[in-house]
């Protein structure tokens, strides 16, 4: 199994540009999450997904959109780019659904430069 | 929001000696708690979790210790290696959250020297 596995591995973009960040699981898990992570800095969530078909805002929504295209995938897209969302982002999946809790797995992350 | 924030920022301890890594978390009500290890340039892994119905889980090498009167929570290293130079996060998620919602801390950023 790859877990999970996230494309593009780096990524320059300039203001005002848009691009899509792509994450794939094939744990069969059906909690998925989208984090941004700034240097020296702890993790922070953007958008998650707790089942296929739904999306919920994060703690850092602004600037970003969701897709859960099927229980496998969940894409990231920014639609114009600023120099603020420099930031390593991470995909994530869990097996939690509805309350439950469990670990999440981590995908090798995207590390997005803003010019 | 509540938060989980960590005592100190960076730890450096000798190969071969114990460390001990802090987290001091908000939310009386979390229930679930998980230690990530973070490598440089990865994604974080899993190391051990715990909840809140424990006070202490051992794994290889590795022990939590919950402190629910103080909200407090402390990852044990034994024999530390320079394999274990990472940043380590805890994590604290609340009962009847939905998708496991996890709220991360700062880091714990722990060198070991050989």
């Known amino acids: 199994n790859a877990g999970v596995t996230q494309t593009p591995k780096f990524q320059v973009l300039k203001t005002g540009q848009s691009m899509t960040l792509q994450c794939a699981q094939d744990m069969n898990h059906n909690s998925m999450y989208w984090y941004r992570q700034d240097p ?3 993790l922070r ?3 998650y997904s707790a089942s296929e078909g739904t999306t919920d805002k994060g703690e850092v929504p602004n600037g970003y959109n969701v897709s859960r295209l099927n229980k496998r995938e969940f894409s990231l897209r920014l639609e114009s780019a600023a120099p603020s969302q420099t930031s390593v982002y991470f995909c994530a999946s869990s097996e939690a659904s509805g309350t439950g809790s469990t670990e999440q797995f981590f995908g090798p992350g995207t590390r997005l430069t803003v010019l | 929001g509540e938060s989980v924030g960590l005592h100190l920022p960076t730890l450096s301890v000798q190969e ?3 460390s001990i890594i802090n987290c001091a978390y908000s939310n009386s009500a979390s229930d679930y708690f998980i ?3 973070q490598e440089s340039g990865k994604g ?6 715990i909840r809140s119905n424990m006070d202490k889980r051992q794994g290889q090498r590795v022990t939590v210790l919950l402190n629910k009167t103080v909200k407090h929570l402390s990852l044990q290293i034994a ?4 394999g274990d130079s990472a940043v380590y996060f805890c994590a ?4 009847n959250t939905n998708a496991g919602k996890s709220t ?5 950023t722990l060198t070991v020297k050989p």
């Open chain 2, 35 to 37: 230690w990530y290890k």
């Open chain 2, 44 to 49: 974080p892994q899993f190391i051990i979790d």
């Open chain 2, 92 to 95: 604290e998620i609340p009962p």
């Open chain 2, 104 to 108: 991360f801390g700062d880091g714990t």
């Open chain 2, 79 to 82: 024999a530390t290696q320079p």
């Open chain 1, 40 to 42: 020296g800095m702890g």
């Open chain 2, 16 to 18: 071969g000696d114990n």
């Open chain 1, 45 to 47: 969530l953007i958008y």
